[in-house]
């Protein structure tokens, strides 16, 4: 079992950055994809970004500029993850979760087996 908990969350103006951090324990992460959603009020539930053990990103085509604008990354912690979103705008605004999953490539949330309890962001116009 993996156990995800994210941090970072909170409000920022438009045009900010914020740092979201996924922690997992449980059991090594090596062999696993580790996402980044998010779900606004609603909407269904996005990919954002992917990051695997092996050191491969993913990003999503259909969030508009992700790339570019967010960076996913291992964190100087071990067994951290790391999103790093800049140039905010109110779209943005979300719950943004950390999940884990086996798939080599995993865009989908029926992927994701593991999830985190999801950290609140908002951007304020």
């Known amino acids: 079992q993996l156990q995800l908990v994210e941090s970072g969350g909170g409000l920022v103006q438009a045009g900010g950055s914020m740092r979201l951090s996924c922690a997992f324990s449980?059991?090594?992460?090596?062999?696993?994809?580790m996402g980044w959603f998010r779900q606004a009020p609603g909407k269904k539930r996005e990919f954002v970004a992917a990051?695997?053990?092996?050191?491969?990103?993913?990003?999503?085509d259909s969030v508009p500029s992700v790339k570019g604008r967010f960076t996913i990354s291992g964190g100087n912690a071990r067994n951290t993850m790391i999103l790093q979103m800049n140039s905010l705008t109110p779209e943005d605004s979300a719950v943004y979760y950390c999940?884990?999953?086996?798939?080599?490539?995993?865009?989908?949330?029926?992927?994701?087996?593991?999830w985190g309890q999801g950290t609140q962001v908002i951007v304020a116009s």
């Open positions: 999940a884990a999953s086996t798939a080599v490539t995993a865009e989908t949330p029926a992927a994701y087996m593991y």
């Open positions: 449980g059991r090594t992460f090596r062999g696993y994809t």
């Open positions: 990051w695997t053990w092996t050191n491969t990103t993913i990003y999503s």
